[in-house]
């Protein structure tokens, strides 16, 4: 089964028993920009030094990524020359994200959604696991690369380079020292691996993803202090 960057993030983020997101909020910016990550792939965007703009509006086959590349027209078409600015799309896009690839993950099945009261007066949402095929076979990937050293395929390594800028390491080897997985992921983020212009417009994401998630956990910081 194929899933996107976005739902193989929200895999890794949501607990398998409880289906409560973990890192709910870096996981948020790694999914908003799996899909643009995706999107760039299937040469739909380009970002070059910031700044994001469709060079292709065809559909891409995908539910998920032709909702959002739907969006981005609309968005990018309202605003002046050279002004759509990826972290600012991030910015916009996160809450929506997150709720569009957990719905598609239930929609495939590989989740369920079960509803429950806090205290009996607020609602909430849980996405136990209904199906572990596609999260077992993800983490096969990432063990083989990161365990084993083994040379990623260009989707494991966009998907790593993702939780790195993210900061997200433990979300795919909760059990490894932080520090050998983080040299890890930096070693494969690094790499020319997607060929030109895409590497480039992955680059620019990551940048974007890796300043607006130091500034959200610096901020949570300082309100824990606080």
């Known amino acids: 089964m194929h899933v996107t960057l976005a739902e193989e993030l929200m895999l890794l983020s949501l607990d398998d028993d409880s289906g409560v997101a973990k890192d709910g909020a870096a996981a948020a910016w790694a999914v908003a920009g799996g899909l643009l990550a995706d999107l760039a792939l299937a040469g739909r965007v380009a970002l070059d030094e910031g700044r994001l703009s469709v060079i292709d509006p065809t559909p891409t086959g995908d539910p998920l990524l032709d909702e959002r590349l739907e969006r981005l027209v609309e968005w990018i078409g309202g605003k002046a020359p050279g002004k759509a600015k990826a972290a600012e799309w991030l910015t916009r896009d996160r809450a929506t994200a997150v709720r569009a690839a957990v719905d598609r993950l239930c929609e495939r099945g590989l989740v369920v959604e079960e509803r429950h009261r806090v205290l009996g007066l ?36 966009t ?49 974007a993803i890796a300043a607006i998630t130091a500034v959200t956990v610096a901020t949570a910081a300082t309100a824990a202090i606080s």
């Open 159 to 207: 998907l790593i380079a993702l939780l790195h800028s993210a900061r997200l390491h433990a979300l795919a080897f909760p059990d490894l020292p932080r520090a050998r997985v983080e040299l890890r992921f930096a070693e494969i983020a690094a790499g020319d691996w997607a060929g030109e212009p895409v590497s480039e417009a992955l680059r620019n994401m990551r940048v």
């Open 122 to 157: 607020f609602p909430v949402r849980r996405y136990p696991e209904a199906d572990g095929s596609v999260e077992r076979e993800l983490r096969g990937r990432l063990t083989a690369v990161i365990r084993h050293h083994e040379a990623p395929d260009m989707r494991t390594a």
